[in-house]
Nanobody, 121 residues
Framework: QVQLVESGGGLVQAGGSLRLSCAAS?????MGWFRQSPGKQREFVAC????????YYADSVKERFAISRDNARNTVYLQMNSLKPEDTAVYYC?????????????????WGQGTQVTVSS
């Protein structure tokens, strides 16, 4: 069973930056980040393939966020720049147990507990 542990959330002013980390125990393939704010559905933010050769982003975060991974540390990162109040949400790390590269949350097999990101205006 794979366990995912996120860290790095917090409170930041609009225009600021945060970096989220997600450490995995066990074998993972595609890893991704999702977010959910109160009253809204969980939405895709970004994902990265196992080899780290390809990454995909939601339109709302393109050119502001960057996903990366260090397979030697079994860790995935989400660098978030130019943060906006609408980025406020609980951010979840997720991983698949196959070679699929999905944007749909129901295609991911493992989830972290979530980390709160709050962006003040």
């Amino acid at each position: 069973q794979v366990q995912l542990v996120e860290s790095g959330g917090g409170l930041v002013q609009a225009g600021g930056s945060l970096r989220l980390s997600c450490a995995a125990s066990g074998r993972t393939y595609t890893m991704g980040w999702f977010r959910q704010s109160p009253g809204k559905q969980r939405e895709f933010v970004a994902c990265i393939t196992k080899s780290a050769t390809s990454a995909y982003y939601a339109d709302s975060v393109k050119e502001r966020f960057a996903i990366s991974r260090d397979n030697a540390r079994n860790t995935v990162y989400l660098q978030m720049n130019s943060l906006k109040p609408e980025d406020t949400a609980v951010y979840y790390c997720a991983a698949t147990n196959s070679w699929v590269v999905p944007r749909a949350h129901n295609m991911y097999n493992y989830w972290g507990q979530g980390t709160q990101v709050t962006v003040s205006s």
